[in-house]
C-alpha cells in the first residue's frame, strides 16, 4: 500500500472514533452524569 493510503485511512478512523465517542458521551449513559450550566445558574 501507499504510505499516503495507510495514512489517509488511519486519519479517518481516528476522526469516526473521535466522532462515535462524543455522540456516546452526549446521548449514551454518561449523559446522566452531565450537567447543564444553563439550568445550574438561573436568575
Given at each position: 500500500?501507499?504510505?499516503?493510503?495507510?495514512?489517509?485511512?488511519?486519519?479517518?478512523?481516528?476522526?469516526?472514533?473521535?466522532?462515535?465517542?462524543?455522540?456516546?458521551?452526549?446521548?449514551?449513559p454518561?449523559?446522566?452524569?452531565?450537567?447543564?450550566?444553563?439550568?445550574?445558574?438561573?436568575?
Amino acid at each position: 500500500m501507499e504510505p499516503a493510503t495507510v495514512l489517509s485511512i488511519s486519519i479517518c478512523a481516528f476522526v469516526v472514533a473521535i466522532t462515535g465517542l462524543s455522540i456516546y458521551t452526549s446521548f449514551g449513559p454518561p449523559a446522566k452524569e452531565l450537567s447543564d450550566p444553563f439550568e445550574d445558574h438561573e436568575d
